[in-house]
């Protein structure tokens, strides 16, 4: 069964710490992907990676960065948490061939940052 | 304008209903139309996909697309509980193109 895990269901900061959110994938897929979901504000893609070492900004880059040494990781990171950042953040990844489209999420990693 | 529209509801249905789930996006570029549906604490999880215009029918779930009107549609027959999640709609440009638009995504109650 195809498999994205991130590594904490909640997490709780303060402001101005910096968060680390970890994502692996065992797929074997090329692209990766970081969301985050906001009530009233759907889906908005931070950022997203192609290949290992490689990023692009997705709508929402501001305040995040990102980090893909290996094929199968892809971390997101807040270099200092703000309360804004509070919010559901989701990976996904999909392989470079196949259906256009078609991610496979996490179950997400609900961040309180107090 | 927003790329993709989606009416965020909630919905509230009987069992057995027939559900009507809609959205509209202004780019004709895109190419690939999505359904993803999210239960309570999950991720996305990919539904229906249909490629240009047309139906596609995968037991009780019907996807459309009228691409001449830009408009989506996902439709459930026989509505189950089990159906209650959030529904988000999602277009793809399709080769070359690594970014997915999603809508809001409607709450969608189906009670027993």
């Known amino acids: 069964d195809v498999k994205v895990t991130q590594s904490s269901r909640y997490l709780v900061k303060r402001t101005g710490e910096k968060v680390f959110l970890e994502c692996v994938q065992d797929?074997?897929?090329?692209?990766m992907f970081w969301y985050r979901q906001d009530p009233g504000l759907g889906l908005r893609l931070i950022y997203f990676?192609?290949?290992?070492?490689?990023?692009e900004k997705g709508d929402i880059p501001e305040g995040y960065s990102v980090s893909r040494e290996k094929k199968e990781r892809f971390s997101l990171i807040l270099e200092s948490a703000s309360t804004n950042q509070t919010s559901m953040y989701l990976c996904?990844?999909?392989?470079?061939?196949?259906?256009?489209?078609?991610?496979?999420f996490g179950s997400g990693t609900q961040l309180s940052v107090l | 304008q927003k790329e993709v529209e989606q009416d965020p509801g909630p919905l509230s249905v009987p069992e057995g209903a027939i559900v009507s789930l809609n959205c509209t996006y202004s780019?004709?570029?895109?190419?690939?139309f999505m359904w993803y549906r999210q239960y309570s604490r999950k991720g996305p999880e990919l539904l229906m996909y249909?490629?240009?215009?047309g139906n596609k029918e995968d037991g009780r779930f019907t996807a459309q697309v009228d691409k001449s009107s830009k408009y989506i549609s996902l439709f459930i027959r026989d509505s189950q509980p089990s159906d209650s999640a959030t529904y988000l709609c999602a277009v793809h440009r399709g080769a070359g193109s690594y970014q997915l638009t999603f809508g809001k995504g409607t709450k969608l109650s189906v009670i027993p």
């Open positions: 990676s192609y290949d290992v070492k490689m990023k």
């Open positions: 996904a990844s999909s392989p470079r061939t196949g259906i256009s489209g078609k991610l496979f």
């Open positions: 797929m074997d897929h090329e692209n």
């Open positions: 249909t490629y240009s215009s």
């Open positions: 780019n004709s570029a895109f190419q690939y």
